[in-house]
């Protein structure tokens, strides 16, 4: 059995979705592990981790939009307010989102369905650097 | 170390909870591995996976309803539109339950409560074959 | 390859966050395991598991009453009122956050980020147990 951790980093220029699949992909090519599994955790609490459709950019659109209008950047409904209007709600779509994605890795090919992307979904307004773990377990 | 990788097919005829718990136990009872972790991708984004009460069917029927309520059909609320009033909703409530479980599995049985079951969760309306991705690995 | 197991018991008492990152970590500075995947699930589906800002607990008081606005115990809204009006919000909280965390254990640290906490999140009103399974798998 082997182990390789990598850390990826994506910059985000406010809200939305960040597509990293190629990223995740290119690393993988170059382990010489054949199947696996992999392991994605993000290290913040203010930007999530989603597996979402790749092919028509209004599916992401609506997306972003339901998330906005169930958890309003509306500083009378919080009380952690002290990091900006859009801190309280990037919590809570983190929470009703993902913290990590639990992947397949076989014949170094990643299991992942033909619409399938990985995104970065990005809840802040100002830029950020955001750090993606990644570990696969395998031989 | 040894991995093992399957598919289950699971037809669905509608929107609603389709319990996949046997044809997963099933299959594990099959395997040469003791020990290990178990994890299970759906292939798809219009259909998403949960673990839920196995017990009393209203649970599912009020969750069913409470996702039916927060992300409706109603194409005015939507840009894309252009696969039917039900696949906009379809992504959200994805988006909000699970691409994938991760499960532990210890001296041949899978670590899970009593209560517990694993779901398919359909959100489309038409019929659909939704392929799950088995892979365990362990010893 | 090894793979070690454990329950962590936690007793609530009452709606809200319990921190078991300390327990989690005191666990797995026992094992011999220096690096591995380390998944969690919760056996039960009226609480739920989160990773969430360790800092300000404000951040926990807004989640919880987002959550307690999205879904609220009014017997109402559900069929399911049997077990009384706190138990089918539970699932409803449940199936939006996680039933299980798969986290990476690097050189026998575990990766989280500076403001990441491991958290119970306890849906009913009255006094429970819950068991959090424990699984790590590495060498």
Redesign the interface.
């Known amino acids: ?1 082997q ?1 390789v ?1 990598h850390e990826i980093s994506l910059k985000t220029d406010g809200q939305g979705f960040y597509n990293f699949t190629e990223k995740t992909l290119g690393w993988l090519n170059k382990q010489k592990i054949t ?3 992999l ?1 994605i ?5 203010s930007a999530s981790l ?4 790749n092919a ?1 950019k ?2 992401l ?3 972003k939009n ?1 998330f906005d209008k ?2 309003p950047m509306d500083n009378k ?4 307010i ?1 990091e900006g209007k859009d801190d ?1 709600p990037a ?2 779509k ?4 993902n ?6 890795f ?1 014949n170094k090919k990643l ?6 992307g990985l995104y970065l979904f990005e809840h802040r307004l100002n830029k950020h650097t955001r ?1 993606l ?1 990644h ?1 696969l ?3």
């Open positions: 059995m182990q951790f199947n696996g599994i392991n955790n993000i290290l913040h609490t989603i597996i979402q459709e028509d209004d599916v659109y609506d997306l339901f169930l958890a409904l919080y009380k952690h002290t309280m919590h809570i983190s929470a009703l989102t913290n990590h994605l639990t992947l397949s076989k299991i992942l369905g033909t619409w399938q750090i773990s570990h377990i395998g031989d």
